[in-house]
């Protein structure tokens, strides 16, 4: 098949999906909605890509794939880190993009519906005005989108304590991988009439449906005071340390995050942090209990910090003094960008497990001869090792290459999880092939082939579809 | 095919799959094991009852029946109220009960390993032990297993504030319909590697898939501080509006329940409770924040019950004094059985239609002459009306399931959902038929067909399979 003629065949045909002026055909625009975030993951050339408007729009170019034999890939604001909106053959992308329509704020029942192209931060606002708070906070969440935060399952910071996106997912309205458009979940508190089809797609990466509309459970705004503390420590190990007791002792952070030394050079060679001596880690917690207990809180992890050797230890509840402390972990990934090409590693271990997993990630470092740096979600024991890898230097990508997956292995051998938060997409496939089991991987097929006998939507994606 | 002769050759197959004595075939046992506490729901009489012991024992027997078409029923401890664990036609019961070990208990990570029969409530004791806290908490929790709660993901009165079982369920050993044994899910705090299975299998009742071990998320025990505030209210309408209140008002309770008049009359005629004059609902109002914090909003609840015409208002923080003002909520369940065999109603809406469901659950009661009390989780708008049924009167009866069906069509008018907690089994399957889309029953089936392709399983539970 010719694809220049078919791209354009395909141009004429999606203008009886949509309205004219939402299908792109031209270069610029197929290479731009090419590929996500994700370094490294393979992606072709869509033959078009279609901005969406409506879940009726979405319906229509899925049915009339579907019909002619040519694959789907949906695709929220591209700012993922596994390949999951990466192109494939035969692929028309569908940009949920232009669908930011809130469409209700529900204060009655601590809910609001929005389409799937709603940026996390919007909504987050949205809500706030009305006194709500939707807690999902993705490092992306100022450019990524809630149908793509859905599709992912996408975690944070604030996971450690408030949980993943999908713990705040009732329902979805989804366009299935024959065009028909579904309902899933519910609007009440609680509800288990049938399976738990929404929590099927949450994190299933598009490949069983496309997320067009979701519904999220809110809390409320008030009842929270944010304080944070923050600890520099002479050895990832004591850092550790300060995590585990911090978990044992009962205290639930909101946030407690974890900051190498590489990352802390780089923000400090950028910006001028003025660190102290000896410095090999640096740890940020958040509470955000209110008065008094939030206070006996904030003081029980700065004692932690103290006992497990952590120094310059600061605590703050004034939010710009929050925001001053909490400035090298909002600057680790630009600053590390200065210093070349940023490969994310997304991995989860048991808490326990942080202090070692982060050895050998310094060890494989070592031994392949790559700049890693470490931000960790400390608290959650998921690590974000971030390999650098300096533009045209094919001998030092391909140890990188090396280190990524070692970082792999040593996360399973320590009985972790290969993605913590980011997805399998494409780049996860192998880890997640050799940590799920035969049976489990046939129960993925299963389904797969259950829901979406053509393979229509995102083949390939989100686990091992080969023997 | 003759029964009689089936069930010995059965015991004498199931032998070699289960050590002797494990094997029940006799007149007692198999009438005993029949069906769980569903009123109304239908069943037959299993051909044999299988003991298992241990996770494979469960995999030989499913895979005997497998491989010979008989269907296999699974049952902890027969506390559900929707038919789940009633046996069909040709059909091996397989309970869990004698699975009641605890395999770890994990300070570090906070969480537990523990086989499918493990009673709620010996998981709870065992982790406080070690200074964790295992949330859900159905009314059955000290006679209800963990295996039935994960797979009907039971509620409970905690759940307004802290989730249902499926919210604590990290990972499940389940054994396919095929006999096959796999690990679903994870250990770590996070993860996404694939498809959320283990939501799948959480509520499927059964279905797709034996539950013999759960491994689920602990909360620390400490940090929290129990403080009861309970009202007496005028009317339900005054009771429903406070309800709505305190939702509004950015508190989010530990529990909020409701106790209609019939209930309080019923508890008073039994064990004397001194009701105030006039009183025609209770709300009971857990908050569980420590100090001063958690005073101020006890306080608050206080005054907002006053505002709505709350009378007799009572605070307590002493554990004693806090299961005195809760006796009612204990006690509602057994006083009313005491009149009658009670038909237990689950339906949840929206949380603002619990004043305009009560009513016309009231109004149903009235139409078909029936008595119907309320016991609500009315901070999440779950409401369980009990329906009371006197033996022998088959014309009550009739009324009685008229008003059953008017209250599950009610609540879908409103925009509720026929189960809020206890699952479709059997007795929903009407309810579910009228509530799920045509194209979300299909996939129901799709995944059923897909993973259970002879229908072994619990086959005709949890969603409408006939079109």
Redesign the interface.
């Known amino acids: 098949m010719n694809s220049t003629v078919t791209a354009k065949d395909l141009v004429g045909e999606l203008a009886g999906c949509v309205p004219q002026g939402q299908v792109l055909s031209d270069t610029d625009s197929v290479r731009k909605y090419s590929h996500d975030d994700a370094e490294w993951a393979p992606f072709t050339t869509p033959l078009a890509v279609v901005l969406a408007q409506t879940t009726a729009e979405v319906a229509a170019v899925v049915s009339y794939a579907s019909s002619h034999g040519l694959r789907v890939v949906p695709r929220g604001a591209g700012t993922g880190l596994s390949g999951g909106a990466n192109s494939v053959t035969n692929c028309i992308v569908v940009s949920l993009e232009l669908m930011t329509r809130i469409l209700e704020i529900n204060?009655?029942?601590?809910l609001a519906v929005a389409e799937a192209g709603v940026i996390n931060d919007d909504l987050r606002e949205a809500v706030a005005a009305k006194?709500l708070w939707y807690p999902p906070d993705p490092a992306s969440y100022k450019i990524s989108t809630l149908g793509g935060n859905a599709a992912?399952?996408a975690?944070g910071i604030c996971?450690?304590k408030y949980g993943?996106t999908?713990?705040y997912v009732l329902g979805l309205t989804v366009v299935?991988p024959d065009g028909?458009?579904?309902?899933?979940g519910?609007?009440?508190?609680?509800?288990?009439?049938?399976?738990?089809?929404t929590?099927?797609l949450?994190?299933?990466e598009g490949t069983?449906g496309i997320i067009t509309e979701v519904t999220v459970k809110l809390?409320?705004?008030?009842?929270r005071e944010d304080r944070a503390v923050i600890g520099f420590f002479p050895s990832l190990q004591s850092a550790g340390q300060a995590v585990?007791t911090v978990?044992?002792?009962?205290?639930?952070p909101a946030a407690l995050e974890l900051i190498d030394s590489m990352c802390l050079r780089a923000v400090d060679e950028w910006l001028g942090l003025e660190l102290p001596q000896d410095v090999h880690a640096l740890l940020l917690a958040k509470v955000d209990?209110?008065?008094?207990?939030g206070a006996e809180l904030a003081n029980r992890v700065a004692t932690i910090f103290s006992d497990s050797g952590g120094t310059n230890i600061e605590q703050a509840t004034d939010p710009k003094e929050i925001d001053r402390l909490f400035l090298a972990r909002r600057m680790a990934y630009p600053a590390l960008e200065r210093l070349g090409p940023v490969l994310t590693e997304d991995v989860?271990?048991?808490?326990?497990a942080v202090p070692e997993m982060l050895s050998r990630i310094q060890s494989s470092a070592a031994k392949n001869q790559v700049v890693i740096a470490n931000i960790a979600?400390a608290?959650?024991?998921?690590l974000h090792p971030l390999i650098i890898a300096p533009v045209g230097d094919v001998a030092a990508v391909a140890r990188a290459k090396t280190a990524f997956d070692e970082i792999v292995d040593a996360c399973r051998e320590l009985?972790?999880?290969?993605?913590?938060?980011?997805?399998?997409g494409l780049l996860?496939l192998p880890?997640?092939a050799a940590?799920?089991?035969q049976?489990?991987?046939n129960?993925?097929r299963?389904?797969k082939?259950?829901?979406d006998p053509r393979g229509t939507l995102n083949p390939g994606k989100?686990?091992p579809h080969q023997p």
Not at 180 to 184: G, M, S, T
Not at 186 to 197: I, Q, W
Not at 379 to 382: A, C, F, K, V
């Open positions: 204060t009655d029942e601590s006194g992912t399952n975690g996971c450690v993943v999908g713990d299935l028909e458009i579904v309902h899933l519910r609007r009440t508190a609680k509800g288990v009439t049938g399976y738990d089809l929590s099927l949450v994190g299933s069983l809390l409320p705004m008030s009842g585990a978990a044992a002792s009962g205290i639930v209990e209110p008065g008094t207990t989860c271990v048991p808490r326990s979600h608290g959650d024991g998921n009985g972790g999880t290969v993605t913590g938060e980011h997805g399998v996860k880890g997640a940590e799920l089991e049976g489990v991987i129960l993925h299963s389904i082939k259950a829901l989100a686990f």
